[in-house]
């Protein structure tokens, strides 16, 4: 993908091959936003303030923070996940196609996900701090090879985040936190004829085939918005504390071009456009308790608004109004709790465990987004090397539930790929490694 692209894009498949062929698309949700939180599974995020990352899951706890800090460092997510099935050409519009294997091993690419935080602590009462990190990102490839391509073989997000932050440390028990959010990023979707495909020209009749790899359709885009958050800490006592963060949704308005035989655009034709996609609004209620001088125990409970996520239509300049694809998605919900330990004077001992549930039902389930519930398994450590600077380390296994697939769903545009190829049933498995590294500094 060209650098200069920005934001989640989409475009989706379905293989039709009419001008009012629908498309899909879907987004990703990242909670990698530092290796110090990695390490407890990111359980208890709005109630711990370890160090300048804290602002990210919420404000208010930047007036826990001394002096001025700076955090940074970068998580390596290596994604595992492995898809076998077959297609039935049988439930083509040519019955005599047979069945073909639809299997695609690895497609998910790694990532390395960067971060960047500043805090000051400007008075008693106030506290400043700038987050550069990320909240979506995903990647995936399954190949023009793979014989359920007309559902979809390729789609990615990448997006970038700046926020401006402020605490007020309203009394001792109570503190309030705000943030502006800027949003920008790029991304791309798309879908390809597989080897065996039958199609009929909607003007002559005449029947044909695609050759494989041929673009059924493919969109891209970028913009970028603004979002907000907000977030409140109440110390219960010395040793309990309790913290809310939300974060609101953020609009985009993607602009960029399609391609493909499913807009009615042949022979490498585009027609430019856009499409309305909104990132979900999120909320987390976490809590911290340290039990004596050396332990402590935090936990999370983390919403998503993915339900917001029905369907999405493109606007082009030549083809007009396009339903992208009915999504049908539901809210999605993480569970999480955590230890800290403190070994020694310089080093900090954390696990975690967490459980993310699926923001998707079997029946709306793609092999390009293959969303399913993920259970972690995290241990970290922070190692004080002089008092004013820290190394902190996460390790995360993640392990995703398998899971049934099949296309078409019973929506138009699945029913129209089918038609030109066969229907899809699979299942997804696989895993997922996460290592992080960060550097702290307090001034």
Do not use: C
Request: cysteine-free; charged content about 20%; overall charge negative.
């Amino acid at each position: 993908m060209k650098t200069n692209k920005k934001l989640l894009s989409l475009a989706i498949i379905s293989g039709l091959i009419t001008p009012s062929a629908m498309v899909s698309a879907a987004g990703f949700q990242l909670a990698e936003y530092s290796a110090t939180g990695l390490g407890r599974a990111y359980a208890g995020e709005a109630a711990i303030a370890d160090n300048a990352s804290t602002q990210w899951r919420n404000p208010a706890m930047l007036t826990y923070l001394e002096g001025t800090q700076i955090s940074t460092g970068a998580i390596y997510v290596n994604p595992n996940i492995d898809l076998t099935g077959q297609v039935d050409g049988s439930k083509s519009a040519n019955p005599r196609m047979g069945q073909t294997p639809a299997n695609a091993h690895d497609f998910a690419d790694a990532a390395v996900i960067p971060n960047l935080y500043i805090s000051h602590r400007y008075s008693d009462a106030l506290a400043l701090g700038f987050a550069l990190g990320t909240n979506y990102g995903m990647e995936t490839n399954l190949g023009n090879d793979f014989a359920a391509s007309h559902f979809g073989n390729e789609a990615s997000v990448k997006t970038m985040e700046a926020n401006l932050n402020l605490g007020y440390k309203l009394t001792p028990e109570w503190s309030l936190g705000g943030g502006l959010r800027y949003v920008q990023g790029e991304g791309s979707f798309g879908a390809s004829a597989p080897a065996k495909n039958i199609a009929q020209n909607p003007l002559t009749g005449a029947v044909f085939a695609f050759p494989q790899g041929t673009k059924l359709k493919y969109m891209e885009g970028d913009d970028n918005a603004f979002g907000w958050q907000i977030g409140t800490a109440w110390q219960i006592n010395s040793d309990h504390r309790l913290g809310f963060t939300y974060k609101s949704e953020v609009k985009l308005k993607l602009e960029g071009y399609a391609t493909g035989a499913g807009f009615g655009l042949f022979n490498d034709q585009r027609d430019n456009g856009s499409m309305d996609l909104a990132l979900p609004a999120t909320a987390e209620l976490a809590s911290y308790h340290q039990i004596n001088d050396k332990l402590a125990l935090h936990a999370s409970v983390n919403w998503t608004d993915w339900s917001s996520f029905e369907k999405l239509e493109a606007q082009l300049n030549t083809k007009g109004s396009q339903t992208v694809k009915e999504e049908h998605w539901k809210d999605n919900y993480r569970f999480a709790i955590g230890a800290t330990y403190q070994l020694d004077p310089k080093l900090l001992l954390r696990s975690g465990l967490a459980y993310d549930t699926s923001a998707v039902d079997d029946k709306n389930r793609t092999t390009t987004i293959p969303e399913t519930d993920r259970t972690w398994l995290s241990l970290g450590a922070s190692y004080e090397v002089t008092q004013q600077f820290t190394l902190d380390a996460g390790l995360t296994y993640m392990i995703a539930r398998d899971a049934s697939i099949r296309e078409s769903r019973g929506y138009a545009s699945d029913n129209t790929a089918q038609a030109l190829a066969g229907e899809f049933t699979g299942e997804v498995s696989g895993n997922i490694w996460l290592v992080g590294l960060q550097a702290n500094y307090i001034f």
